[in-house]
């Protein structure tokens, strides 16, 4: 009986030695399994970033969707893919994939903000305002989304809080370039073109290659009658974009006032050369053609 019983015990643990070795390939087998998807995960996600970095959105949409077949409830790869069918063109598809994300990861902000600048874009203000807004309540320190949801407001002509958010933005990143210039053109619709001179002077300062800065301090410049002031700020634009026509009329404008009329001349002979073919430049033509005294065009 004794030896009955060992054996039998001895088929027993068999038995289930057996079963935990054939336990154990399976998990060692599965955890292979998923570290080979996590590493091809992450080379797919690596290769589509890299190629979204080259502008090449064909390509990068085609490494995501490898990312997604491995792993179809990754919220990251549906945002990149918003990303990549944005930049083709795809808006609708772009939409529904950061929507997708969101579905996915309800805490996921930037969908939200990659659908607030879609809808912008689009000009759906509404919709941007909703999405910043979510953004916010997820991540309230966000200056950026602060920055955006402040031009969706301005769009929908709610001009206070526009500025309050630009105001939230830059007390939050006080090198926002957006925000002061956004904040700038609010002061000037106001009238209050010192408050907007003074926030265009420090983002030239920030960031000194930008053209279009320089352009809008030197107008501000020439609504306070500092023409030497708009005449060294909009020599700065167009050195900096030499296809700037608007730059050259102001800056002409801005010679003739000081009395220079041989570089107003030239400055406006420059901007008429470049504009006779643009819409919209008819009236700045034609001051710009008879301060010259003849059709040239």
Known sequence: MD?????????????????????YQIWRDYRTTLDN?????????????????????????????????????????HKNMG?????????????????????????????????????????????????????????PQDAYAHCFLAF??????DTQRAMTEFETSLALNPKSIDARSGLAVIFSDQGKNREAANLLREATQLDPNNASLFHNYGLTLLNLN?????????????????KDYLSKYYLGVSYSHLG?????RSALASYVRMA????GEESRLADARK????DEG
């Open 83 to 139: 990303n990549a069918l944005w930049e083709l063109g795809r808006h609708d598809e772009s939409i529904a994939e950061h929507k997708t994300a969101i579905s996915l990861d309800p805490t996921y902000v930037e969908p939200h903000i990659y659908l607030g600048n879609a809808y912008s874009l689009l000009n759906r203000w509404t919709e941007a305002v909703a999405e910043y807004q979510q953004a916010l309540l997820l991540r």
């Open 260 to 264: 220079k009329c041989d570089e107003a």
């Open 291 to 294: 301060f010259l005294g003849s």
């Open 226 to 242: 500092d023409y030497d002031g708009a005449v060294q700020a909009l020599s700065r634009s167009i050195a900096l974009n030499p």
């Open 3 to 23: 030896v009955f019983r060992a054996a039998a015990w001895a088929t027993i643990v068999a038995l289930l030695i057996g079963i935990l070795t054939l336990v």
């Open 152 to 157: 969706s407001l301005k769009e929908l002509g």
């Open 37 to 77: 998807v996590a590493r091809a995960v992450s080379t797919f996600s690596e290769e589509g970033h890299t190629l979204l970095l080259r502008r090449d959105y064909e390509g990068a949409l085609a490494a995501y969707r490898r990312v997604l077949e491995l792993d179809p409830q990754s919220a990251v790869a």
């Open 276 to 279: 006779s073919d643009v819409g």
